[in-house]
Protein backbone atom coordinates (compact mmCIF):
# COMPACT_ATOMS: atom_id res chain seq x y z
CA UNK A 1 0.00 0.00 0.00
CA UNK A 2 1.82 3.28 -0.92
CA UNK A 3 1.73 5.94 1.84
CA UNK A 4 3.35 8.71 -0.01
CA UNK A 5 3.80 9.29 -3.61
CA UNK A 6 5.89 12.36 -5.75
CA UNK A 7 5.95 12.67 -9.03
CA UNK A 8 8.77 15.16 -10.84
CA UNK A 9 9.31 17.44 -7.60
CA UNK A 10 11.10 20.17 -8.42
CA UNK A 11 12.04 22.99 -6.31
CA UNK A 12 13.48 26.25 -7.42
CA UNK A 13 15.19 29.21 -5.50
CA UNK A 14 16.21 32.56 -6.17
CA UNK A 15 19.45 33.38 -4.64
CA UNK A 16 21.37 36.69 -4.81
CA UNK A 17 24.91 36.27 -4.51
CA UNK A 18 28.13 37.08 -4.84
CA UNK A 19 30.67 35.81 -7.39
CA UNK A 20 32.25 33.41 -5.92
CA UNK A 21 35.29 34.14 -4.09
CA UNK A 22 36.89 30.77 -3.63
CA UNK A 23 38.31 30.98 -6.97
CA UNK A 24 39.42 34.11 -7.21
CA UNK A 25 43.03 35.55 -6.70
CA UNK A 26 44.22 38.08 -4.44
CA UNK A 27 44.69 40.44 -7.51
CA UNK A 28 40.81 39.41 -9.02
CA UNK A 29 39.51 39.93 -5.03
CA UNK A 30 41.21 43.95 -5.53
CA UNK A 31 40.49 44.30 -9.24
CA UNK A 32 36.40 42.81 -7.62
CA UNK A 33 36.45 45.56 -5.20
CA UNK A 34 37.56 48.39 -7.28
CA UNK A 35 34.69 47.87 -9.85
CA UNK A 36 32.25 47.33 -7.00
CA UNK A 37 32.98 50.74 -5.26
CA UNK A 38 31.82 52.01 -8.77
CA UNK A 39 29.10 50.20 -9.35
CA UNK A 40 27.77 48.48 -5.76
CA UNK A 41 24.63 47.42 -6.81
CA UNK A 42 25.07 45.70 -9.62
CA UNK A 43 27.43 42.99 -8.24
CA UNK A 44 24.93 41.05 -6.89
CA UNK A 45 23.66 38.82 -9.29
CA UNK A 46 20.26 37.15 -8.79
CA UNK A 47 19.95 33.61 -9.75
CA UNK A 48 17.79 30.69 -9.91
CA UNK A 49 19.09 27.60 -9.08
CA UNK A 50 16.85 24.05 -8.93
CA UNK A 51 17.56 22.63 -5.39
CA UNK A 52 15.38 19.73 -6.34
CA UNK A 53 14.41 18.33 -9.78
CA UNK A 54 12.46 15.91 -11.34
CA UNK A 55 12.25 13.37 -8.00
CA UNK A 56 10.32 10.49 -7.89
CA UNK A 57 9.35 7.64 -5.84
CA UNK A 58 6.67 6.17 -3.83
CA UNK A 59 7.01 4.51 -0.16
CA UNK A 60 4.85 2.02 0.70
CA UNK A 61 3.86 1.24 4.54
CA UNK A 62 6.11 0.51 6.90
CA UNK A 63 9.42 1.15 4.72
CA UNK A 64 11.89 2.66 6.31
CA UNK A 65 13.73 4.58 4.30
CA UNK A 66 17.07 6.66 4.27
CA UNK A 67 17.58 9.26 2.14
CA UNK A 68 21.42 10.22 1.91
CA UNK A 69 23.53 12.63 -0.15
CA UNK A 70 26.10 15.36 0.65
CA UNK A 71 25.66 18.58 1.79
CA UNK A 72 23.58 20.79 -0.24
CA UNK A 73 22.10 17.65 -2.06
CA UNK A 74 18.24 18.98 -1.31
CA UNK A 75 17.69 16.75 1.81
CA UNK A 76 16.15 18.89 4.15
CA UNK A 77 14.57 20.59 1.10
CA UNK A 78 12.74 17.11 0.30
CA UNK A 79 11.61 16.73 3.74
CA UNK A 80 10.03 20.14 4.32
CA UNK A 81 8.23 19.61 1.16
CA UNK A 82 6.99 15.89 2.42
CA UNK A 83 6.05 17.93 5.81
CA UNK A 84 4.35 20.71 4.06
CA UNK A 85 6.47 23.33 5.51
CA UNK A 86 7.44 24.55 1.97
CA UNK A 87 6.05 24.35 -1.60
CA UNK A 88 7.09 22.19 -4.35
CA UNK A 89 7.98 25.08 -7.47
CA UNK A 90 6.46 21.46 -9.60
CA UNK A 91 5.88 18.48 -9.56
CA UNK A 92 3.27 16.63 -6.97
CA UNK A 93 3.22 15.15 -3.44
CA UNK A 94 0.36 12.95 -2.25
CA UNK A 95 -0.05 11.52 0.87
CA UNK A 96 -1.99 8.96 2.34
CA UNK A 97 -1.55 9.35 6.40
CA UNK A 98 -0.58 11.91 8.50
CA UNK A 99 3.04 12.59 8.87
CA UNK A 100 4.93 14.06 12.19
CA UNK A 101 8.14 15.50 11.26
CA UNK A 102 11.30 16.35 12.88
CA UNK A 103 13.19 19.00 10.69
CA UNK A 104 15.82 21.96 11.87
CA UNK A 105 15.33 23.29 14.81
CA UNK A 106 13.14 26.19 14.46
CA UNK A 107 10.45 24.62 12.79
CA UNK A 108 7.39 22.64 14.04
CA UNK A 109 7.22 24.51 17.55
CA UNK A 110 5.89 27.78 17.93
CA UNK A 111 8.33 29.89 20.06
CA UNK A 112 6.02 31.68 22.72
CA UNK A 113 4.21 28.58 23.71
CA UNK A 114 5.32 26.20 26.70
CA UNK A 115 6.04 22.29 26.06
CA UNK A 116 3.10 21.45 27.09
CA UNK A 117 1.26 23.89 24.91
CA UNK A 118 3.28 22.50 22.01
CA UNK A 119 2.73 19.17 22.69
CA UNK A 120 -1.29 19.92 21.89
CA UNK A 121 -0.76 21.79 18.95
CA UNK A 122 1.14 19.38 17.42
CA UNK A 123 -0.95 16.82 18.10
CA UNK A 124 -4.33 18.45 16.95
CA UNK A 125 -2.30 19.63 14.07
CA UNK A 126 -1.79 15.79 13.39
CA UNK A 127 -5.51 15.55 13.69
CA UNK A 128 -6.00 13.74 16.68
CA UNK A 129 -8.19 14.99 19.66
CA UNK A 130 -7.47 16.29 23.05
CA UNK A 131 -7.88 12.81 25.06
CA UNK A 132 -5.79 10.76 22.46
CA UNK A 133 -3.56 13.46 22.93
CA UNK A 134 -3.76 13.52 26.63
CA UNK A 135 -3.21 9.46 26.52
CA UNK A 136 -0.11 10.49 24.89
CA UNK A 137 1.25 13.06 27.36
CA UNK A 138 3.28 11.34 30.03
CA UNK A 139 5.06 9.09 27.45
CA UNK A 140 6.56 12.10 25.88
CA UNK A 141 7.26 13.91 28.42
CA UNK A 142 9.10 10.92 30.43
CA UNK A 143 10.86 10.39 26.91
CA UNK A 144 11.78 13.77 26.34
CA UNK A 145 13.12 14.47 29.93
CA UNK A 146 11.45 17.91 30.17
CA UNK A 147 9.13 17.23 33.28
CA UNK A 148 10.99 20.65 34.66
CA UNK A 149 10.27 22.58 31.84
CA UNK A 150 6.65 21.76 30.78
CA UNK A 151 5.39 25.15 31.20
CA UNK A 152 8.11 26.95 30.37
CA UNK A 153 8.06 28.77 26.67
CA UNK A 154 10.27 26.23 24.26
CA UNK A 155 11.92 29.61 22.92
CA UNK A 156 13.97 29.12 26.84
CA UNK A 157 14.90 25.97 25.70
CA UNK A 158 18.68 24.61 25.37
CA UNK A 159 18.64 23.32 21.72
CA UNK A 160 18.98 19.82 23.32
CA UNK A 161 16.05 19.92 25.07
CA UNK A 162 14.15 21.12 22.15
CA UNK A 163 15.22 18.39 19.89
CA UNK A 164 14.30 15.73 22.89
CA UNK A 165 10.85 17.41 23.42
CA UNK A 166 10.36 17.31 19.31
CA UNK A 167 11.53 14.30 18.62
CA UNK A 168 9.22 12.92 21.59
CA UNK A 169 6.66 14.51 20.25
CA UNK A 170 6.58 13.47 16.52
CA UNK A 171 7.61 9.68 17.23
CA UNK A 172 5.14 9.25 19.96
CA UNK A 173 1.48 10.94 18.54
CA UNK A 174 1.71 7.98 16.37
CA UNK A 175 1.90 9.38 12.84
CA UNK A 176 1.64 7.03 10.01
CA UNK A 177 5.02 8.28 8.69
CA UNK A 178 7.42 9.77 10.53
CA UNK A 179 10.50 12.12 8.73
CA UNK A 180 13.15 12.88 10.69
CA UNK A 181 15.94 15.27 8.99
CA UNK A 182 19.58 14.86 10.87
CA UNK A 183 19.09 17.46 13.79
CA UNK A 184 19.26 14.07 16.09
CA UNK A 185 22.69 14.72 15.90
CA UNK A 186 22.63 18.26 18.00
CA UNK A 187 21.48 16.05 21.28
CA UNK A 188 23.61 14.37 23.60
CA UNK A 189 24.37 10.15 22.34
CA UNK A 190 22.90 9.01 24.84
CA UNK A 191 19.79 10.38 23.66
CA UNK A 192 20.41 9.53 20.00
CA UNK A 193 20.21 6.03 20.67
CA UNK A 194 17.33 6.13 22.77
CA UNK A 195 15.65 7.66 19.56
CA UNK A 196 16.96 5.12 17.43
CA UNK A 197 15.26 2.61 19.49
CA UNK A 198 12.28 4.42 18.87
CA UNK A 199 12.66 4.59 15.34
CA UNK A 200 13.06 1.18 14.94
CA UNK A 201 9.68 0.30 17.35
CA UNK A 202 8.28 3.22 14.94
CA UNK A 203 8.85 1.18 12.38
CA UNK A 204 7.76 -2.44 13.45
CA UNK A 205 4.85 -1.18 13.68
CA UNK A 206 4.65 -1.15 10.68
CA UNK A 207 4.87 3.18 9.93
CA UNK A 208 6.99 4.36 7.65
CA UNK A 209 9.74 6.40 8.04
CA UNK A 210 11.88 8.61 6.14
CA UNK A 211 15.42 9.59 8.09
CA UNK A 212 18.41 11.70 6.99
CA UNK A 213 21.70 10.99 8.34
CA UNK A 214 24.94 11.20 7.42
CA UNK A 215 25.89 8.57 10.07
CA UNK A 216 25.78 5.64 7.43
CA UNK A 217 26.06 2.66 10.35
CA UNK A 218 22.45 4.21 11.55
CA UNK A 219 20.99 4.23 7.66
CA UNK A 220 22.40 0.52 7.94
CA UNK A 221 20.56 -0.39 10.76
CA UNK A 222 18.03 1.88 10.96
CA UNK A 223 16.79 1.78 7.28
CA UNK A 224 15.80 -1.05 4.52
CA UNK A 225 15.69 1.23 2.07
CA UNK A 226 18.01 3.47 0.58
CA UNK A 227 17.11 6.98 -1.70
CA UNK A 228 20.91 8.76 -3.02
CA UNK A 229 20.20 12.56 -3.53
CA UNK A 230 23.06 14.33 -5.70
CA UNK A 231 22.52 17.82 -6.84
CA UNK A 232 18.66 17.75 -6.10
CA UNK A 233 18.29 14.20 -7.68
CA UNK A 234 18.16 10.56 -7.14
CA UNK A 235 20.66 8.75 -8.52
CA UNK A 236 20.23 5.56 -6.50
CA UNK A 237 16.66 4.03 -5.33
CA UNK A 238 17.10 0.57 -3.74
CA UNK A 239 18.36 -1.74 -0.84
CA UNK A 240 20.35 0.05 1.88
CA UNK A 241 23.68 -1.64 1.48
CA UNK A 242 23.82 -0.70 -2.71
CA UNK A 243 22.57 2.64 -1.72
CA UNK A 244 25.62 3.56 1.36
CA UNK A 245 28.11 2.20 -1.46
CA UNK A 246 26.65 4.44 -4.32
CA UNK A 247 26.82 7.23 -1.83
CA UNK A 248 30.16 6.48 -1.23
CA UNK A 249 31.88 5.50 -4.34
CA UNK A 250 32.35 9.40 -4.57
CA UNK A 251 34.29 10.05 -1.72
CA UNK A 252 37.00 12.18 -3.25
CA UNK A 253 36.33 13.35 -6.83
CA UNK A 254 37.46 15.58 -9.06
CA UNK A 255 36.19 18.88 -9.12
CA UNK A 256 36.72 19.33 -13.20
CA UNK A 257 35.73 16.11 -15.11
CA UNK A 258 38.85 16.26 -17.09
CA UNK A 259 41.65 14.55 -15.58
CA UNK A 260 44.70 16.03 -13.10
CA UNK A 261 47.14 15.52 -16.18
CA UNK A 262 45.16 17.31 -18.85
CA UNK A 263 44.41 20.22 -16.62
CA UNK A 264 44.53 23.56 -17.48
CA UNK A 265 43.99 25.54 -15.28
CA UNK A 266 47.10 25.26 -13.28
CA UNK A 267 50.78 27.68 -12.92
CA UNK A 268 54.13 26.72 -12.54
CA UNK A 269 57.10 25.62 -15.00
CA UNK A 270 55.05 22.37 -16.01
CA UNK A 271 58.73 20.33 -16.02
CA UNK A 272 56.56 18.67 -13.40
CA UNK A 273 53.47 18.42 -13.21
CA UNK A 274 50.75 16.71 -10.75
CA UNK A 275 48.46 13.52 -12.95
CA UNK A 276 46.46 11.73 -10.17
CA UNK A 277 44.94 11.90 -7.00
CA UNK A 278 43.60 9.09 -4.23
CA UNK A 279 42.91 8.70 -1.13
CA UNK A 280 44.09 4.98 0.41
CA UNK A 281 43.77 3.29 4.13
CA UNK A 282 46.03 1.71 6.21
CA UNK A 283 45.88 -1.44 4.50
CA UNK A 284 46.74 0.36 1.14
CA UNK A 285 43.28 0.49 -0.89
CA UNK A 286 41.44 3.06 -1.92
CA UNK A 287 39.58 4.73 0.44
CA UNK A 288 35.67 4.01 -0.08
CA UNK A 289 34.75 6.84 2.72
CA UNK A 290 36.60 9.57 4.69
CA UNK A 291 36.33 9.18 8.05
CA UNK A 292 37.64 11.81 10.71
CA UNK A 293 39.62 10.29 13.30
CA UNK A 294 40.93 7.31 10.98
CA UNK A 295 44.53 7.29 8.87
CA UNK A 296 45.11 7.90 5.56
CA UNK A 297 47.28 7.66 3.02
CA UNK A 298 47.02 10.89 0.58
CA UNK A 299 48.90 10.02 -2.53
CA UNK A 300 49.78 12.64 -5.30
CA UNK A 301 50.76 10.97 -9.17
CA UNK A 302 53.41 12.93 -10.81
CA UNK A 303 55.08 13.02 -14.20
CA UNK A 304 58.40 14.50 -14.56
CA UNK A 305 58.89 15.93 -17.57
CA UNK A 306 62.72 17.16 -17.01
CA UNK A 307 64.72 14.29 -17.31
CA UNK A 308 66.45 13.80 -14.53
CA UNK A 309 65.85 13.26 -10.88
CA UNK A 310 64.54 16.00 -8.24
CA UNK A 311 65.83 16.50 -4.83
CA UNK A 312 64.26 18.56 -2.38
CA UNK A 313 61.25 19.31 -3.71
CA UNK A 314 58.52 21.18 -1.68
CA UNK A 315 55.29 19.28 -1.99
CA UNK A 316 51.71 20.93 -0.59
CA UNK A 317 48.95 20.25 -0.24
CA UNK A 318 46.00 22.68 1.87
CA UNK A 319 42.43 21.52 2.91
CA UNK A 320 39.65 24.35 2.03
CA UNK A 321 36.29 24.62 4.00
CA UNK A 322 32.85 25.15 1.98
CA UNK A 323 33.68 29.05 2.48
CA UNK A 324 36.70 28.91 0.83
CA UNK A 325 39.08 29.09 3.65
CA UNK A 326 41.97 26.84 4.29
CA UNK A 327 41.75 25.75 7.10
CA UNK A 328 44.73 23.05 6.93
CA UNK A 329 48.31 23.21 5.26
CA UNK A 330 50.62 20.39 4.62
CA UNK A 331 53.94 20.91 3.01
CA UNK A 332 57.31 18.53 3.27
CA UNK A 333 59.33 20.94 4.09
CA UNK A 334 57.36 22.28 7.60
CA UNK A 335 58.73 18.56 8.75
CA UNK A 336 62.01 18.54 6.53
CA UNK A 337 60.87 15.62 4.68
CA UNK A 338 63.31 15.71 1.44
CA UNK A 339 61.27 14.31 -1.12
CA UNK A 340 63.11 13.17 -4.31
CA UNK A 341 60.96 12.51 -7.30
CA UNK A 342 61.65 10.04 -10.03
CA UNK A 343 63.61 11.13 -13.59
CA UNK A 344 59.97 10.10 -15.40
CA UNK A 345 56.74 9.45 -13.59
CA UNK A 346 55.79 8.21 -9.33
CA UNK A 347 54.02 8.82 -6.84
CA UNK A 348 54.31 11.13 -3.26
CA UNK A 349 52.37 9.62 -0.52
CA UNK A 350 51.41 11.97 2.89
CA UNK A 351 49.86 10.06 5.67
CA UNK A 352 47.56 11.94 7.69
CA UNK A 353 46.86 9.88 11.17
CA UNK A 354 43.77 10.77 13.27
CA UNK A 355 42.17 12.76 10.08
CA UNK A 356 41.10 16.08 12.14
CA UNK A 357 38.27 17.01 9.53
CA UNK A 358 34.85 16.89 11.04
CA UNK A 359 32.06 15.84 8.56
CA UNK A 360 32.02 17.90 5.51
CA UNK A 361 33.23 18.75 1.92
CA UNK A 362 36.71 20.36 1.34
CA UNK A 363 38.67 21.18 -1.61
CA UNK A 364 42.06 20.43 -2.26
CA UNK A 365 44.67 22.54 -4.22
CA UNK A 366 48.11 20.94 -5.14
CA UNK A 367 51.11 22.38 -5.16
CA UNK A 368 55.05 21.16 -6.26
CA UNK A 369 57.53 23.49 -6.12
CA UNK A 370 61.56 22.96 -6.83
CA UNK A 371 63.17 23.70 -3.78
CA UNK A 372 62.00 27.34 -2.92
CA UNK A 373 63.03 29.17 -6.21
CA UNK A 374 60.62 27.03 -8.87
CA UNK A 375 56.83 26.48 -8.89
CA UNK A 376 56.37 23.03 -10.70
CA UNK A 377 53.21 22.58 -10.96
CA UNK A 378 50.05 24.60 -9.16
CA UNK A 379 46.12 23.68 -9.19
CA UNK A 380 44.48 25.77 -7.46
CA UNK A 381 40.77 23.76 -7.83
CA UNK A 382 42.57 19.95 -8.20
CA UNK A 383 40.15 17.78 -5.92
CA UNK A 384 37.31 17.82 -3.44
CA UNK A 385 36.87 15.39 -1.36
CA UNK A 386 33.93 14.32 1.47
CA UNK A 387 34.19 13.67 5.08
CA UNK A 388 31.98 12.06 6.84
CA UNK A 389 31.94 12.05 10.36
CA UNK A 390 32.92 9.30 11.74
CA UNK A 391 33.94 8.36 15.64
CA UNK A 392 36.42 10.62 16.27
CA UNK A 393 36.07 11.46 20.25
CA UNK A 394 35.38 7.63 20.37
CA UNK A 395 32.15 8.60 22.08
CA UNK A 396 29.70 8.77 18.73
CA UNK A 397 29.76 12.17 19.29
CA UNK A 398 30.47 13.71 15.93
CA UNK A 399 31.23 17.79 16.88
CA UNK A 400 29.46 20.63 15.53
CA UNK A 401 30.65 20.50 11.58
CA UNK A 402 28.45 23.71 10.94
CA UNK A 403 30.16 25.25 13.15
CA UNK A 404 33.46 23.97 13.25
CA UNK A 405 35.66 21.94 10.94
CA UNK A 406 38.69 20.54 13.06
CA UNK A 407 38.85 18.16 15.71
CA UNK A 408 41.04 17.55 18.26
CA UNK A 409 40.63 15.61 21.35
CA UNK A 410 40.71 17.59 24.85
CA UNK A 411 40.72 16.36 28.66
CA UNK A 412 39.13 18.31 30.90
CA UNK A 413 39.37 18.74 34.32
CA UNK A 414 37.27 21.13 37.18
CA UNK A 415 39.88 22.29 39.57
N1 LIG B 1 15.53 29.01 1.50
C1 LIG B 1 16.51 28.80 0.63
N2 LIG B 1 16.86 29.76 -0.26
C2 LIG B 1 17.83 29.55 -1.16
N3 LIG B 1 18.55 28.41 -1.25
C3 LIG B 1 18.25 27.43 -0.40
C4 LIG B 1 17.23 27.57 0.60
N4 LIG B 1 17.17 26.41 1.30
C5 LIG B 1 18.12 25.60 0.79
N5 LIG B 1 18.77 26.20 -0.23
C6 LIG B 1 19.83 25.63 -1.06
O1 LIG B 1 19.31 24.46 -1.67
C7 LIG B 1 20.30 23.45 -1.74
C8 LIG B 1 19.82 22.22 -1.03
O2 LIG B 1 19.76 22.50 0.36
P1 LIG B 1 19.28 21.44 1.43
O3 LIG B 1 17.98 20.86 1.02
O4 LIG B 1 19.34 22.10 2.77
O5 LIG B 1 20.41 20.33 1.31
P2 LIG B 1 20.86 19.17 2.33
O6 LIG B 1 19.84 19.09 3.42
O7 LIG B 1 20.96 17.96 1.48
O8 LIG B 1 22.22 19.59 2.83
C9 LIG B 1 21.55 24.05 -1.14
O9 LIG B 1 22.35 24.53 -2.17
C10 LIG B 1 21.02 25.17 -0.28
O10 LIG B 1 21.99 26.18 -0.14
MG1 LIG C 1 20.01 19.31 5.44
Not at 225 to 235: A, F, P, Y
Not at 272 to 291: I, M, N
Not at 330 to 358: E, H, I, K, M, Q
Request: proline fraction near 3%.
Amino acid sequence: MPMLRVENLGKRYQVSRLPHRNTMTLRDTIVDTAKSIIKRKSKMRSEEFWALNGVSFTIRQGERVGIIGRNGAGKSTLLKILSRITEPTRGRVELWGRVASLLEVGTGFHPELTGRENIYLNGAILGMSRSEIARKFDEIVEFAEVERFLDTPVKRYSSGMYVRLAFAVAAHLEPEILIVDEVLAVGDVQFQKKCLNKMEDVGKEGRTVLFVSHNMETIRTLCDRGIVLESGCVVFDGEVQPAIEAYSANSYQLISQIPLIERRDRTGSGRVKVSSFRVLDTAGREAETLKSGLDYDFEFGYVNDSGKSLDNVIVSFAVLDDQGQTILLLRTNFTDSNVVLSSDSGFVRCRLNNLPLANGTYRIPIYFAYRESEVLDYIQDAVSIVVEGGDFFGTGQIGLPKKCKILTKAEWRSL
